[in-house]
């Protein structure tokens, strides 16, 4: 055999078992491919499905995002109103905190006030206990002495205008008074003009030049007639009895059980003796009414009538 053909056939029986083991590498590597690829398209379908979960979860989750957005917008909305009423009722809060200082300084002030009040009622009322005790005794000795008193309006003879700023003079601005007005001065008319008006228009005329005075009218022991005249309480001598019935004036000795007197006001008395019973029962010369009988009248009653 020729050498060189035995070596082409031995090459070429080498490329051919080359070949074989070539292709038998490359069916071996095309199955293994074959299992990867399979492998792979199957990692491939888990993957897509996962995939589209994950979408699903991310559409589902935006829309959870879109749904917490909107809450969040309407949270933060609502916190605003709500900071805003916050701050609105911490203004009205400090606003009543104010009013609530200011009441209470009111009220302390009150109380203060009440306290005061309190005290000044008890004072009141010991006072007024007191002056009702000095009345009481007051009126129990104007009873023993047959005096009662009266409001001028109760005045049932004659009509009295009284001067509310009317107060009581002293026994000097008394006797100044009587010797200018001039009462005692008008005629005397019986049942027309008589001690009734002359001791209203000396009332009237006291009253308006500002000397608080009253009407007096007086009772006699066993006569039907009395007599009608005034008096003031003067601040610094007590009550003084004016008889203004036909001139001149006259100081009055007015007292139950005892003769009714006048004596001429600057002729004999004086201030010290006006109510001095010592005095009166001294005087031999005065001026007095008669009686029914002809003697002198004893009162039984005196009415004041203030």
Known sequence: MNKGLL?????????????VIYGMG???DKNTLSTELQSVKSELASAQGELTSTKQSMTSTKAELDSTRATLTSTQSELTATRDTLTSTQSQLYTTNQTLASKLVELNSANDKYASAQKSLTTAQDTL???????????DTLNGLGITVASSVECYDIKLTDNQTARNPTWKELKDFLAKDKTENHAYIANEYDCSQFSRDLHNNAEAAGIRTSEVQVYFKNENVGHALDACLTTDYGLIYVDCTGAPDKIDYVKVNKVF?????????????????????SQNMYYYLKSSTGGQLVTSQIRIFW
């Open 261 to 281: 007197k006048g004596v001429q006001v600057d002729w004999m008395v004086s201030a010290a003796n006006a109510r001095n019973d010592v005095w009166w029962d």
């Open 26 to 28: 490359v069916i071996k």
């Open 129 to 139: 206990t007191t002056t009702q005790k000095k009345l009481a005794a007051a009126q």
């Open 7 to 19: 070596a082409g056939i031995i090459v070429l029986a080498l490329a051919l078992v080359g070949t």
